[in-house]
């Protein structure tokens, strides 16, 4: 190779070299554009909002199951909003719903360290604002026990065992608390229901509504899950199959 082609040969590959460096800062700095991390009270405010307006836009189907009002039929018509059910919203942000006629006669008091068998069928969501319209998006099923046909027992984001607690620092070297694994809003909610005392094969109608703020959730916290549900709210739609007093040995 001649020397004047070899310093031809030379800059083109120090073009290409540059051409490769520009690029990749370009997406660098697209990438970083794309991430828009939204103020936590701005977050709490959407949380909020898009609570109040899931309420207006479902209802309860016959065994209780969270419904959307479909716009494209009548047949829904005559279902209330879940608005229109006895509801309360607490300092925290948690919302419980009662679905009228769907409640144990007495029933069972539930207390913070019970053994709760739990069938719910729970969705998660991100509030997001886009352009002023503040929504539930991004949906993701937590639990769904219309689908398996089985209610939860004893789960850990309701009560986190102290051996399981104890086990998981122990292991990984930690000293996480029961929020690690605990939701916070649940265990709230839960204390203005009571619960029934059936079977675990016994058919559901589901009782209620827990709307778990994402700050009453897991908030921008690590948890057992990392962090897949930072930021989300919780949405409980559920019957409490029966709760059992916890002994020192289950726990």
């Known amino acids: 190779m001649q020397f004047n082609d070899y310093k031809k040969m030379k800059k083109i590959l120090l073009g290409i ?57 009548d047949t ?34 539930v207390a913070d360290n019970d053994i709760i068998t739990l069938f719910h069928s729970t969705n998660t969501y ?4 886009t352009d002023g319209n503040i929504n539930f998006s991004n949906q993701a099923t937590f639990a769904n026990s219309t689908s398996t046909g089985n209610p939860i027992v004893d789960p850990a984001y309701y009560y986190v065992k102290k051996s399981v607690l104890e086990k998981y620092n122990k292991d990984n070297n930690t000293t996480v608390g029961k929020e690690f694994f605990e939701i916070e809003g649940l265990k709230e909610g839960l204390k203005y229901f009571k619960s029934f005392d059936q079977d675990n094969s016994a058919d559901y109608n589901l009782q209620g509504v827990i709307i778990v703020p994402s700050r009453a959730a897991y908030a921008r916290d690590s948890s057992i899950y990392g962090t897949v549900y930072n930021d989300r709210s919780f949405v409980f739609n559920f019957q409490l199959y029966k709760t059992q007093t916890r002994l020192p040995k289950d726990d």
């Open 17 to 73: 070299a540059l051409s490769v460096v520009v690029l990749q800062g370009c997406k660098k700095d697209r990438d970083e554009e794309e991430v828009v991390v939204v103020p936590i009270a701005d977050q709490n405010a959407y949380d909020d909002a898009a609570a109040i307006k899931f309420m207006e836009s479902n209802y309860f189907n016959d065994k209780g199951v969270i419904t959307a009002f479909d716009d494209t039929t």
């Open 126 to 129: 991100i509030a997001t604002n």
């Open 76 to 109: 829904d018509n005559n279902y209330p909003k879940l608005s229109s059910y006895p509801h309360e919203t607490l300092p925290s942000g948690v919302i419980y719903i009662v679905r009228t006629g769907a409640q144990p006669d007495p029933g069972k008091a």
